[in-house]
């Protein structure tokens, strides 16, 4: 019998992502394809499949371990020797990427494939009207495309507007508010305690998606987008089934109409995971149920401690709840590094009574008392807690496997994926995906800009105008912000990947403690910190800790698409007194010639 060493496959960008699961045992049998372990980073877990059947021998990985492309994770004993199965042919991401890559392997054809006619017709199909799919049509459109854009919900904006980004940010800007307010008593200024109207409060949230979403609709409408209402399935190479949907959910109403397509872009989106053991409970929620704002409740549970977790977390404990986390690695916020979660950690350990980390959620049961959870530490050790709401973000899973794609040609990961090459091709040349089913990281900008060069792609080829047909996704860098209080910022190298992969970086930090303005808005507990290239001293990552992090690490991902070093960043004048001085202030800091800090010991 011969060995068979099962390593990662091609996960696309993730790296030093950590093992939170183990699926597999010695002496398991497993098939190819199977998953073996899941890894998770900061906004979503994602399944290691098995790159060749066989029985486990051994385990490589244990939890918690970081792991990269490559890494051994099992031994497998193969009946029959059957050789591995090539790493990229199972790949579940597809990744920011600057070189590009072959097109993925072409899917078999399935045999019934429609033949007959269609109710509509169509230079562009797009499936799926979120941020990914209304950017593809809109901009298809603009480059004078027929374009029809199929989406089972009655709005546009898919997860991002309707129940993601935006309501998100709704509340969380009411939290600030409410904790700013709290903090003007120190200050000098007490506004008293605040009463909160949850009816109003949900309305003001629902009136900001109704905004947006009502604007999509008018932006396509004044583009000539054909919007269809309704599921979409693939038929064929080039047809496309819509059972149409009506009222606020996905209704279907019995009617449908086939659509015909040249190309189409596949822009599905995701949805939350669901922990299988968990009842079915009103108490228990995903991040839509969370953003529904029914009550407040006294005792929350977030499972899973990462960007979306915290940020609702931020939002239920102003309004009055206290927090239990549990996460299963040995931190909070994955991705960030831990100097900058340090400091959002401290602000807000007031918020919660338990943090577990490294401890795993292993069963819940439904009481009248409230939901009450039994937690497992990585050491062994028991707890449980009753919570009146729980709250489980512990990760997305992408649509892939529920719009028949392979009637079309197009190939689906184990995982539900989509592959593409970096002009966002599936393995049906005619076929495009985009957004969160083509990888991580699971983000709404990463979403848009995909769409556009899916859009672009097309348009060259179909009118034939060779440098829109060369337009290819090679971002450099996709920024990562967790809006909670203070927001934290990353983009880039970290300095905890820098550490780990061994690489030499110089660093420039430049703590609050010393701007004027943070200091004047009574918020000096952030620093923001750029990162540059040893030998090229190129900026190569930064991340920002404090208020508005988030708005202000854009110009850091611009200055690392441009090749900035430190002295084009410290001599780009900031105004003053500003948080985005930081920036130039942190590259002085980098370069040595920063005369706000305390001068460097010689
Ligand atoms: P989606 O937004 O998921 O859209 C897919 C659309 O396709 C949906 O409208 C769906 O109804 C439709 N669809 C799917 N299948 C079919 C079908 N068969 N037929 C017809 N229609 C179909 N990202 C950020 O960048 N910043 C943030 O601050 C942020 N906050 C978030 C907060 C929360 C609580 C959540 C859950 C997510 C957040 N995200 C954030 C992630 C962001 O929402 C997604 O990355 C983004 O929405 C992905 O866009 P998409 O177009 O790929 O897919």
């Known amino acids: 019998m011969a060995q068979i060493e099962l390593r990662v496959p091609d996960i696309g960008d993730f790296k030093d992502v950590a093992v939170i699961e183990i699926l597999v045992k010695p002496g398991d049998a497993v098939a190819l394809d199977q998953s073996l372990i899941t890894v998770e980073s900061d906004k979503a877990s994602v399944e290691i499949p098995a790159t060749a059947a066989g029985v486990i021998t051994e385990l490589k990985v244990k939890m918690g371990d970081k792991i990269n492309q490559g890494d051994l994770v099992a031994l497998v004993e193969a009946a029959g020797a059957a050789a591995p199965a090539p790493a990229a042919a199972s790949v579940p991401v597809a990744a920011p990427v600057a070189a590009p890559v072959a097109a993925p392997a072409p899917a078999p054809l399935a045999t019934a494939i429609h033949t007959g006619g269609a109710d509509l017709d169509c230079e562009v199909l797009v499936l799926g009207g979120g941020p990914g799919g209304y950017s593809a049509a809109f901009r298809a459109a603009d480059l004078g495309l027929k374009v029809v854009l199929v989406e089972r919900y009655a709005s546009l904006g898919g997860v991002c507007l309707n129940v993601g980004c935006i309501p998100s940010k709704a509340l969380l800007h009411v939290a600030a508010v409410m904790d700013e307010v709290a903090h003007m008593a120190d200050l000098g200024v007490d506004f008293g305690a605040p009463t909160v109207n949850i009816d109003k409060l949900r309305g003001h949230k629902e009136k900001v998606i109704g905004k947006l979403t009502g604007g999509l609709a008018q932006m396509a409408k004044m583009r000539k987008v054909t919007v269809v209402r309704g599921y979409g399935s693939f038929l064929g190479p080039n047809h496309l089934q ?182 966002m091709r599936t393995s049906a040349p ?89 200091i004047a808005n009574g918020r000096d507990e952030g620093f923001t910190k750029l990162l540059f290239d040893a030998e090229t001293h190129r900026i190569v990552g930064g991340g920002i800790v404090g208020t508005h992090a988030g708005d202000m690490i854009g110009e850091i991902a611009l200055a690392i698409e441009m090749g900035a070093d430190a002295v084009d960043i410290g001599k780009t004048i900031h105004p003053h007194p500003t948080l985005g001085e930081s920036i130039g202030m942190a590259a002085e800091v980098a370069h040595g010639s920063c005369t706000d800090v305390p001068p460097v010991r010689r």
């Not at 530490?377 to 719009?403: C, F, M």
């Not at 912000?481 to 430049?510: C, M, N, S």
């Open 242 to 423: 819509v059972e149409e949907t009506s009222g606020s959910a996905q209704d279907k109403t019995g009617s449908t109409k086939t659509i015909h397509f040249k190309r189409a872009i596949i822009a599905a989106g995701s949805s939350a995971v669901r922990l299988p053991f968990l009842p079915d409970d009103e108490r228990i929620v995903d991040s839509t149920g969370a953003l529904a704002l029914k009550a407040v409740p006294k005792k929350m549970l977030i499972i899973g401690g990462g960007i979306i977790g915290l940020e609702m977390g931020t939002v239920y404990s102003t309004l009055g709840a206290r927090l239990d986390v549990v996460e299963m690695m040995d931190g909070l916020m994955q991705g960030a590094d831990r100097d900058l979660v340090k400091v959002w950690q401290k602000m807000n350990a007031k918020r919660f009574d338990n943090i577990y980390l490294k401890t795993k959620t292993v069963g819940a049961t439904a009481t009248p008392e409230g939901i009450k959870v039994q937690f497992e530490g990585l050491d062994g050790s028991k707890s449980e807690g009753v919570y009146d709401l729980v709250l489980q973000a512990v990760g997305r899973t992408p649509n892939g496997k529920k719009i028949a794609a392979e009637k079309a040609g197009v190939a689906v990961t184990e995982r539900g994926f989509i592959n593409v090459d970096v002009q």
């Open 430 to 518: 005619h076929i495009f995906a985009i957004g969160d089913l083509v990888g991580q990281p699971m983000l709404a900008h990463k979403a848009v800009h995909e769409a556009h060069v899916a859009a672009e792609v097309i348009a060259g080829e179909l009118k034939g105008d060779a440098k829109l047909a060369s337009a290819a996704f090679n971002a450099r860098v996709i920024p990562s912000v967790a809006y909670t209080d203070p927001e934290v910022a990353w983009v880039g190298l970290t300095e905890d990947q820098a550490k780990a992969e061994g690489r030499q970086v110089e660093k420039g930090l430049f703590p609050w403690a010393a701007s004027g303005r943070a």
